[in-house]
Nanobody, 121 residues
Framework: QVQLVESGGGLVQAGGSLRLSCAAS????????MGWYRQAPGQQRELVAT???????NYADSVKGRFTISRDNAKNTVYLQMNSLKPEDTAVYYC???????????????WGQGTQVTVSS
């Protein structure tokens, strides 16, 4: 069974930084795209950033220039470095990965349990 386990959330003042990590474990062949999404109270889950196995990245306009997504393929881990945090970045952040597992015909999408990020003003 595949699991995504996140860490690194917490409380930080505006202008501060946090680094989120998400490690995939279990039996699988390969991970294609990995990403981070977030959901604030009363709002829909939204894309923050994604990264392909080849390192191509995509960011939401709201985080461009402040957040950096990266991955370590050897460790099956994706990171999100968040700098210059703003109160509007407050949300539960979810890790996401498309993973090729045994007997699957295409990559399946998995989600982490979420980690709270709170930015105080």
């Amino acid at each position: 069974q595949v699991q995504l386990v996140e860490s690194g959330g917490g409380l930080v003042q505006a202008g501060g930084s946090l680094r989120l990590s998400c490690a995939a474990s279990g039996r699988f062949f390969t991970i294609t795209t990995m990403g981070w999404y977030r959901q604030a109270p009363g709002q829909q889950r939204e894309l923050v950033a994604t990264i392909t196995s080849g390192g191509n990245t995509n960011y939401a306009d709201s985080v461009k220039g402040r957040f950096t997504i990266s991955r370590d393929n050897a460790k099956n881990t994706v990171y999100l470095q968040m700098n210059s945090l703003k109160p509007e970045d407050t949300a539960v952040y979810y890790c996401n990965a498309d993973i090729m597992v045994v007997l699957a015909l295409r990559p399946l999408t998995y989600w982490g349990q979420g980690t709270q990020v709170t930015v105080s003003s």
